[in-house]
C-alpha cells in the first residue's frame, strides 16, 4: 500500500511517499502532483542549473524566501566550486517573492561572480536592482520583504 500526505506549511508544500510505488500508483502520483503543481509556485524555489564549457546559468522560480534562502546558498556552494573561468548568469525572470535574507544571497553570489541578471517583468528587473546595490537599503534594515 502506498500512502500518500501532503501538508501544506506557510512557506513550502511538502509530499511524502510512504511504501513501494508500482505502475498503478504512478497515475494517482501524477494526479495528486498535477493538482498540487498550481500552488507550488506560490511557495517553493525552483533552482534549475544549466552548464557548458563556457557559462554556467542558475534559472530561479518561485520564492527566494525563508528555507529556500538556505536551499539557494546550498545550490550556490555547490556551483561556486565549478565555475572556475566560466561566466555566471541568474535567470530571475520567474522569480514570485524575495524577502531580505533572499536578496542578501543573490547579492552575494552577484558580489563574487558579477553576474549576468536575467530579467522579463518589471518585478524582476527591480529585484535585479536592488541586488546590484552596493549600500545596505533601508527598507532591508527595517524588515520590508518585496513580492512580484
Known amino acids: 500500500m502506498v ?13 511524502t511517499l ?5 505502475m498503478p500508483w504512478l497515475a494517482e502520483l501524477s ?4 493538482e498540487m503543481a498550481p500552488r507550488l509556485g506560490k ?6 542549473i544549466h552548464e557548458d564549457d563556457e557559462s554556467i546559468g542558475m534559472t530561479l522560480e518561485g520564492r527566494v524566501a525563508g528555507p529556500w534562502v538556505d536551499e539557494l546558498s546550498r545550490a550556490w556552494a555547490e556551483t561556486a ?26 547579492r552575494e553570489i552577484y558580489a563574487e561572480t558579477n553576474a549576468e541578471l536575467i530579467t522579463g517583468t518589471l518585478w524582476a528587473q527591480y ?4 541586488i546590484m546595490k552596493r549600500s545596505a537599503d533601508k527598507d532591508e534594515e527595517n524588515g520590508h520583504e518585496f513580492d512580484a
Open 31 to 34: 494526479r495528486t502532483w498535477a
Open 18 to 22: 510512504c511504501g513501494h510505488v508500482s
Open 3 to 15: 500512502q500518500i500526505t501532503i501538508q501544506d506549511n506557510t512557506d513550502s508544500i511538502e509530499m
Open 81 to 106: 566550486t565549478r565555475l572556475g573561468k566560466k561566466t555566471l548568469s541568474l535567470d530571475l525572470r520567474n522569480v514570485t517573492f524575495s524577502d531580505a535574507g533572499g536578496k542578501q544571497a543573490l
Open 127 to 130: 529585484l535585479a536592482e536592488e
Open 43 to 48: 511557495k517553493m524555489l525552483r533552482i534549475t
